[in-house]
């Protein structure tokens, strides 16, 4: 029973894959490179590529092939049988040439050459079988099925040679490859590691449970916070580092304490994220992982119902914990008592405790959102004035109305009304009109719906970039497919509003001026939303409209009552 077990961990506490190609072959591989046919790949797959190249997804040695794609799937196991849950692959458009047994250069966005893959196998995947199988349901208001979308229909997979990591500029010391945090971990002297996995800012909270957890195993922190891609609408990781750098130096013992970044491109995926996340802390020299409430969970679905239960991740990791060779620390909630200064699980507690807690939803807008400093006792000073200083109140930060609907349903007429009322109000906007931006922005686009998902993501880029720098953007075009404006809704992340125009077919057809629905039924316009086309209507929006007996001045003051009661408006 003891073989069988070490046997079982052995991949995950092992020798390192350690995919770079050695120095002194460096410069003939990289000419080499510069002649082959290159793909450019997305940021999570070089997010994937770095882990992958330091050993951090060991035992895996390559982006996945088909038997382990779909082994993965069906059983979260490798073919051979060790416990790996989230498949990693490297997508790529079915129009691509790339030639089976051919070498191929693996190019980053500024198009410098990382790698160099030998490709061995090329095959589809589907999209609602992944979506079902990962994450539990196929809906697009997960923001990484929304991304998938997009993705390529085809993964390839074959031996990789790492010529370069991606390069960051940021934070560069708290960047160490798994053989690093290892060796200096085991410098602290003790046996026992406790990661902590964090997406988010530390509050006393996790202060709290964070040294209970360590304490309990007489062992080290590994403060491990995710610096790659994460939920869209987290707080920006330059912001959360600066936090974590400032608690470790004044409220963490130094030799039980130890913060490293960790490059991974999350997937929100819950309870398989879970036991993934197990595994790459394993790689990096841990023993134990604090599991809290909703793990890796990523928000409400289409329907406003959570993704995943609350503690589906912490059993999960209980069910293959000795397979892992990483022990669960999880945690129920965790409240502040107010007479004896201290944090408890709440399950510990008797019923009439007199207790505080602020929620998250709260420290965004009861707090942050309204410019309201964060108590003492749920934050350190010092913490609480990093996040004032980085979230100003919502009325200086982006906000993005997306409106979408059937032609001639209302769009840009209550858009008009609503820029005016804003002005008014004092709260400047940028209006991107569906019928302008196909003007300037998206000429030559047709009406296909490539060409249309093409439209659309244009018009969400710009949006997104000027939410990021606390503007207000107004889109008005009618982005018919559900996807795509989930998709939208992920790259704009917090403060995306979808306004619906839900104005009838029969109402908008009556109302025609232009005539277009008109040639549209005589088959003049082909591919016409609503006619030839299908129109997706949102299934859960932030705000429903109608223009049929209603006039587009009182939706417009609706819809700015409403951000004025969100905060990003101030009242007169």
């Known amino acids: 029973m003891i073989v069988e077990k070490a046997r079982l961990i052995a991949p995950y506490c092992g020798q390192l894959v350690n995919l770079l190609v050695p120095r002194e072959q460096l410069r003939e591989q990289a000419a080499y490179a510069n002649s082959l046919p290159s793909i450019q790949i997305s940021p999570r797959v070089e997010c994937d590529l770095e882990l992958l190249a330091v050993g951090a997804f060991s035992p895996l040695n390559r982006f996945m092939n088909q038997a382990e794609y779909q082994s993965v799937l069906d059983t979260m196991r490798l073919p051979d049988g060790t416990l790996f849950p989230m498949?990693?692959?490297?997508?790529?458009?079915?129009?691509?040439?790339?030639?089976?047994?051919?070498?191929?250069?693996?190019?980053?966005?500024?198009?410098?050459?990382?790698?160099i893959m030998t490709v061995e196998e090329i095959y589809e995947w589907d999209l609602a079988e992944t979506a079902a199988k990962v994450f539990g349901k196929n809906d697009s208001r997960h923001p990484i099925i929304a991304e998938m979308h997009r993705w390529g229909k085809a993964n390839i997979s074959g031996k990789l040679k790492v010529l370069r990591l991606p390069q960051h500029l940021d934070f560069a010391e708290l960047r160490r490859t798994p053989a690093e945090t290892r060796a200096l971990l085991e410098s602290y002297g003790h046996d026992n590691v406790?990661?902590?996995?964090?997406?988010?800012?530390?509050?006393?909270?996790?202060?709290a449970l964070t040294k209970r957890a360590t304490s309990n195993v007489d062992g080290v922190l590994l403060l491990h916070p995710v610096v790659g891609m994460t939920q869209p609408g987290d707080v920006d990781h330059y912001t959360r580092v600066r936090v974590y750098k400032t608690l470790l130096d004044n409220y963490y013992e130094k030799d039980r304490s130890l913060l490293s970044l960790l490059p991974l491109a999350m997937r929100m995926a819950g309870p398989r994220e879970a036991v993934w996340h197990a595994i790459i802390r394993r790689n990096y020299g841990a023993n134990h992982l604090i599991v809290g409430r909703d793990h890796a969970g990523p928000g409400p679905d289409s329907n406003g119902e959570p993704f995943y239960g609350p503690y589906d991740a912490q059993d999960m990791i209980f069910?293959?914990?000795?397979?892992?060779?990483?022990?669960?620390?999880?945690?129920?909630?965790?409240?502040?008592?107010?007479d004896e200064d201290r944090y408890e699980e709440n399950s510990n507690l008797p019923n009439d405790a007199k207790v505080r807690k602020i929620s998250g939803t709260q420290v965004r807008e009861d707090y942050l959102g309204r410019g309201v400093q964060l108590p003492p006792w749920f934050s350190r000073p010092p913490v609480a004035k990093i996040l004032s200083e980085s979230y100003p109140p919502r009325y200086r930060r982006g906000v993005c109305l997306w409106f979408t609907g059937l032609s001639g349903s209302g769009k840009s007429t209550t858009a008009e009304h609503i820029v005016h009322q804003l002005l008014e109000k004092g709260r400047n906007v940028t209006v991107l009109d569906g019928d302008v931006v196909r003007t300037h922005l998206s000429k030559g686009l047709g009406f296909s719906k490539d060409d249309r998902d093409t439209n659309i993501r244009r018009i969400g880029y710009v949006a997104s970039e000027i939410v990021r720098h606390g503007g207000m953007v107004i889109c008005a075009a009618i982005s018919p497919y559900r996807a795509t404006r989930e998709e939208v809704r992920t790259m704009v992340g917090e403060g995306f509003m979808e306004i619906h125009m839900s104005t009838p077919l029969e109402y908008v057809e009556a109302q025609d001026i232009k005539g277009l629905y008109a040639k549209a039924r005589r088959g003049e316009i082909k591919g016409f939303t609503g006619i030839d086309d299908p129109y997706e209507p949102p299934l859960n929006p932030d705000f429903s409209l109608t223009a049929e007996n209603t006039r587009a001045e009182d939706n417009a003051r609706l819809v700015v009552s409403r951000l004025i009661k969100l905060g990003y408006v101030r009242p007169d």
């Open 319 to 338: 069910r293959y914990a000795n397979e892992l060779g990483v022990k669960p620390a999880p945690f129920t909630e965790m409240v502040y008592l107010e």
């Open 87 to 115: 498949p990693i692959t490297l997508p790529i458009d079915m129009g691509a040439e790339i030639k089976l047994g051919a070498d191929i250069a693996l190019r980053d966005r500024k198009n410098v050459i990382l790698a």
């Open 194 to 207: 406790v990661a902590f996995q964090t997406r988010n800012p530390l509050h006393r909270v996790h202060e």
